[in-house]
């Protein structure tokens, strides 16, 4: 219960301390049932802001907030920061503008500021506050500039105050940890019909006579400068997505099933960022594994009920008799079944894996969800099949079909689905009318580091990337490049049996791009566009010191999204892979086999790149070059001149390793749109 005063006094401070007002445009994306929307509704009609309702779903769906807020022009928003991470991992948010974002309902990490500042433009804060005190009730400006970590929750809004106090209510000092306690006329009167809960929890302030503080339950301390920094949990009440959950009423709905004799649920975060609930418990004779979470789901809200459930002979304890948490295992979410046969099934397998951090392929029979997916993975799934094939299933296909083979069908249906391996992919559909461009890999063989570039150009053109057949490290390596490129050549004339044939690739990729031109000549075949992005004819490398192999494996690393020079110390494949396999990448999640066939490949380079002699091209190559890198060499387009007819040069400030950077990619995809016609 909260008196209407202490939702004015909220919504007057934020819209006089944040200046917002008729040029502003406030996105409603929040579901009413979450206490965020009452700003969200309410703001713009004391503001005079125009209010922007999104449709249903768009709360989790990345893709369509960022075209709501470039429709729109939306200048302020909300996001709980679990999303906000899925909506900065999200394409369609690359460069956009936004007044203000507010952040509220979880923790806000230092990397999710850093990560948002170095894609978005505009102000981010950090908000605090339960539901017990009229939605936020702390600020913090996550500048660019702030290096705080933690991010503390901030200062107190206007009459409002936050106490940080010990066991018997006395303040602590500033940088020790306390119990925290809210104060001010923004205090709910209360729980509706519970007054033992409002007594444990509504206390009198023994500083202000009168007036009474609310015990959030969290834990925090103050800086010098007065900012409170949120330490954690002192209940058993969590928060995951934003949403509180009260462990103790799931374990009571647990034990109404009469399948436990004892259990206790957990929110666990085994990998960063990534909370889940977990039950731990001793069953009654009819338990059978997987028959509670129905159950459950018929009485709890499904963000409560748990993705695993562990039985154990007896609940661990420690010398004391306590419940010992500490000593109770990780739940492993693991399947088996027929392995993946379809190009669509051995996608999402891979992508299973990758997403839910399985240690292989996910198996045909796989659900999403009984691996440990939830809402916001499943987000995450969206995004990369989308990233992969180019089609976007929508959230609500993997919701319906979980189960791996299922999914494949309804990717299928759409068309047949590759799983990203073959020698050919397509990675963006454009008109049918105009020529596709061939993207040619760089040293490791794969081509899906060109996906950012190829949804630049579409939907003006459709983009495939040439893949090296070696990726299946049961297929020989190629006797030399000249041989590379002819499969190539051949490959890419029977796709494109009519018409121009455009080519494009970044390093050993555009010298490939450079002999696939003159076999295509040599085939009768017209070539358009042959860009080389940052390579340079094998004369410059033939007599250059043989690379460290260690070197040459670092390479990977940026295939991956990683600065291979900021990481010179793995200097052993095995140090490579491992850190591969550790992060969140792609690359990490490849099965052992690929992987091996992609370390194969790029310690081959090479010896293709030194034992090739160029052929003339008789026609133009575009060469464009990294103005900020090769500093002492002379590595200049115009090292091209015996081996093309003409030369067309830009250059762009960008490093080698940058080239095909989403910053990078917005100068060049204009200037290659532009040369295709």
Request: aromatic share 6%.
């Amino acid at each position: 219960m909260i008196e209407h005063r202490a939702i004015v006094n909220r919504l007057l401070w934020m819209r006089d301390h944040y200046g917002i007002g008729p040029g502003d445009r406030i996105l409603q994306k929040t579901p009413a049932t979450f206490d965020v929307s009452v700003w969200e509704f309410i703001l713009p009609c004391i503001s005079g802001a125009e209010l922007v309702m999104a449709p249903p779903g768009a709360h989790r769906d990345p893709s369509e907030i960022a075209r709501l807020i470039r429709a729109h022009q939306i200048t302020t928003l909300h996001f709980v920061p679990s999303m906000l991470s899925a909506f900065l991992a999200a394409p369609a948010s690359e460069g956009l503008t936004i007044r203000r974002t507010f952040c509220s309902g979880e923790e806000l990490t230092a990397d999710q500021r850093s990560r948002f500042h170095r894609r978005i433009q505009g102000e981010l804060h950090n908000l605090y506050g339960p539901t017990e005190a009229a939605v936020d009730v702390t600020f913090w400006p996550a500048t660019p500039e702030d290096r705080s970590n933690p991010l503390p929750i901030g200062w107190p809004v206007w009459n409002t105050w936050l106490p940080v106090l010990d066991e018997h209510l006395r303040p602590v000092p500033a940088g020790m940890p306390g119990n925290l306690y809210l104060g001010g006329v923004q205090l709910a009167r209360g729980y509706l019909g519970r007054p033992d809960l409002t007594a444990d929890r509504f206390i009198p302030d023994p500083r202000h006579p009168g007036q009474r503080l609310y015990a959030t339950g969290d834990v925090a301390k103050t800086r010098p400068d007065g900012a409170v920094v949120y330490l954690g949990r002192s209940d058993h009440q969590v928060k995951i997505r934003g949403l509180r959950i009260e462990l103790g009423e799931i374990e009571a709905a647990i034990m109404a099933t009469g399948l436990a004799r004892e259990c206790v649920v957990l929110a666990r975060e085994d990998r960063a960022g990534e909370k889940r609930l977990v039950t731990y418990l001793v069953a009654e004779a009819g338990y059978v594994p997987g028959r509670l979470a129905p159950l459950l789901a018929g009485g709890l809200p499904s963000y409560m009920v748990p993705a695993a459930e562990i039985t154990l002979a007896a609940l661990p304890v420690t010398s004391n008799g306590k419940l010992d948490r500490k000593a109770l295992p990780a739940p492993e979410f693991t399947a088996s079944g027929r392995a993946a046969e379809t190009g669509a099934e051995r996608l999402l397998a891979r992508l299973y894996a990758e997403i839910l951090h399985l240690d292989a392929p996910a198996p045909a029979e796989a659900d999403f969800f009984a691996l440990g997916g939830d809402s916001l993975s499943a987000v995450r799934l969206v995004l990369r099949i989308a990233e992969e094939t180019g089609r976007d299933p929508g959230l609500g296909a993997i919701f319906e079909n979980p189960v791996l083979d299922m999914l494949a069908a309804r990717l299928d249906a759409a068309g047949p689905t590759e799983d990203g391996l073959g020698p050919l992919i397509r990675l963006a559909q454009g008109a049918s009318d105009r020529a596709p461009l061939f993207l040619i890999h760089p040293a490791g063989g794969l081509g899906w580091g060109y996906r950012a570039l190829a949804r630049a150009l579409a939907p003006g053109v459709t983009v495939y990337a040439v893949q090296h057949p070696g990726l299946d490290p049961s297929v020989a390596l190629p006797e030399n490049l000249a041989a590379l490129a002819a499969g190539y050549a051949t490959l890419v004339a029977k796709t494109q049996p009519e018409g121009p044939i455009h080519l494009a690739g970044w390093s050993v990729g555009g010298i490939i791009a450079q002999e696939m031109a003159v076999g295509l000549a040599a085939m009768g075949r017209e070539t358009g566009l042959v860009a080389l992005m940052d390579s340079y004819p094998t004369d410059v490398w033939r007599n250059e010191p043989e690379p460290d192999p260690a070197a040459a494996l670092r390479a990977l690393l940026a295939i991956a999204g990683h600065d291979p020079e900021a990481h010179r110390d793995l200097d052993s494949r095995d140090k490579v892979v491992a850190f591969l396999r550790q992060g969140d990448s792609a690359m990490g999640a490849l099965p052992d086999q690929v992987l091996d066939g992609v370390v194969r490949l790029v310690t081959d380079t090479n010896r293709l790149v030194r034992s090739h002699q160029h052929r003339r091209y008789d026609g133009t190559i575009t060469h464009i070059r990294a103005g900020n890198d090769h500093a002492g060499r002379d590595l200049t387009p115009s090292l091209w001149a015996p081996y093309a007819a003409a030369t067309d040069r830009l250059e762009i400030p960008f490093l080698h390793s940058e080239m095909i950077s989403p910053a990078a990619i917005a100068l060049i995809a204009p200037e290659l749109a532009k040369r295709m016609g």
